[in-house]
């Protein structure tokens, strides 16, 4: 069983930045983590994924060169820095773990677990 903690979200101007920080209890260094976001009135899409070592990462086309995931498997962490936010960021971030083990991947379906929930709310 594994429980997913997700914080840093918030308000911030177009052009801004926000850090995203997922705390897990329960193994996960040997699995894939991701990023997920979700809009009102939306389906929840994929923000980014990375896989158990750090060393395979993926990014959703309308994010890239804007966010760069990471981990930290010491403290049972994954990050994501977003940068040059735009208001279409706008969204509930949920951070995903249990992945593809020694993999990655990006459908919702392939993830075991999920957090809460943070909001991010980027005004122009």
């Known amino acids: 069983q594994v429980q997913l903690v997700e914080s840093g979200g918030g308000l911030v101007q177009a052009g801004g930045s926000l850090r995203l920080s997922c705390a897990a209890s329960?193994?996960?260094?040997?699995?894939?983590m991701g990023w997920f976001r979700q809009a009102p009135g939306k389906e929840r899409e994929f923000v980014g994924a990375?896989?158990?070592?750090?060393?395979?990462?993926h990014y959703a086309d309308s994010v890239k060169g804007r966010f760069t995931i990471s981990r930290d498997n010491a403290k049972n962490t994954v990050y994501l820095q977003m940068n040059s936010l735009k208001p279409e960021d706008t969204a509930v971030y949920y951070c995903?773990?249990?992945?593809?083990?020694?993999?990655?991947?990006?459908?919702?379906?392939?993830?075991?677990?999920w957090g809460q929930g943070t909001q991010v709310t980027v005004s122009s």
């Open positions: 329960g193994r996960t260094s040997r699995n894939a």
């Open positions: 990375i896989s158990w070592n750090g060393e395979s990462k």
């Open positions: 995903a773990a249990d992945g593809p083990e020694f993999g990655i991947a990006w459908p919702p379906m392939s993830y075991a677990y």
